[in-house]
Each structure stands twice: as C-alpha cells, then as structure tokens.
C-alpha cells in the first residue's frame, strides 16, 4: 500500500480507515480502495457497519461500501449489541441494524446498551430500557451507575443503594456514598463511617473506619483512630 495518505488506522474486519485531502475512506489489505474517500469522518468497523459522518450529518455503511443506515442523524454511536443510539432534533434513541427505530426519539440523554439495558435520561430524572422499548427501572433517580456483576449503583434524595437487573431494589438507598462491587464486597459510608457490604446488601464488615478503600487481592485498606492496615474479607 503505497504511502499517498495523509492518515491511516490499524486493519478492522479486513478494512482500515484513510485520510486524503480531508476526506476519508476505506481500502482493503491489497489497498484496493472499498469505500470512497466522500466522508468527513469514519469510524472503524464495529459488528459490520462503520459509522459514517457527511456535512454535519450521521449515518452508517457496510464493508461494501453501501449506506445502510442514510446519514440523517445529528450524532450516532457505534454500534453494540446490534443496537446504536442515534440523535435527531436533541432527542435520544436507539435503532437496529436495518435502520428501524426501536426506542423512540424520547430521551435528553442516553448511554449504550450494556447487558441488554441501556441508561436513559428525561426530565432530570434516570432509569434503564431494554431494547424491546421496555422501562425495565422507572426514571425517578436523580443519579445511576452503569450495571456492573449484575448490579447498578442508583442515588435519590441525597442516598445511594443498589437495583437489579430488573429495577428491584437489592441495597436500600440509605448510603452516602458507595462504591463499585470489587471482589464481591463494596465501600460504604453512613454517618461518617465507612465499612463494606456483600452483594446481597449485607454489611460484611461493619461501618467502624474513618476511611476505607476497595478490596484488592483479599485485602483493603482502611484507617481508624489515624492508623493505617489492612483487613481481609473477613474484617480481621
């Protein structure tokens, strides 16, 4: 492949991304150039399609080149678990592969799916969909984490707890602050005191330190009367 780019990326799927005179395209391992260089932006191939951007405008093409998805949105994302969250007129929502809208153009703000669920945004407020339109956790959270081992980490009147994969509550929002589940035990803090949960809710170790940090490698580091040691999961 000869040197006449000004840009170049790694090989994605068979295809790399270049630049010339400002525009991009793709070309394959024999430099044999698949996409034309019309766009003023490409991404790498993610599940097939590569997102395309054209005078302000979003869309995506397949590894021959063709526009699946016209360009028409103001902003899109790359494509996962064959779901993309796309923006039209300042409103989120999310299409399929063929292009067909499966979650309405609704939402102030929206992440990708992750676990089949996706956090959306509406009136200040949060909760999570699946991609069959559901509302799987109601939008009354004025915070949400993303899931992480089957559990988010969600915050309302100023306390934080945990929900499910289905919206139940499995950790009452009765925390100041909390942390990721890091080797199956979280950080915790209530009233000034830190101690660590287990992923059923339970306080595992209870909430006697000043400061505690996240378990690593069977142990965490935690202070008390300004003394710094570390405890294992059993809190010894």
Known sequence: ???????????????????????????????????????????PFSEGLSKVQKDGKHGFINAQGKEIIPVIYDDARSFSEGVSKVQKDGEHGFINKQGEII???????????????AKVQKGGKYGFIDTKREVIVPLIYHRVNSFSEGLAAVYKDGKWGFINTKGKIIVPLIYQKIDSFREGLNVIKKDGKYGFINMQGEVQI???YDVAFPFNEGLAMVTKSKKWFYINKKGE
């Open 1 to 43: 492949i000869p040197l006449i780019y000004d840009y170049t990326s790694p090989f994605s799927e068979g295809l790399t991304k270049v630049q010339k005179d400002r525009k991009y395209g793709f070309i394959n391992m024999q430099g044999k150039i698949i996409v034309a260089l019309i766009y003023d932006y490409t991404s």
């Open 103 to 117: 979650v309405p153009f609704i939402y102030d703000a929206s992440t990708d799916f992750n676990q089949g669920l």
């Open 206 to 208: 209870p909430l006697i």
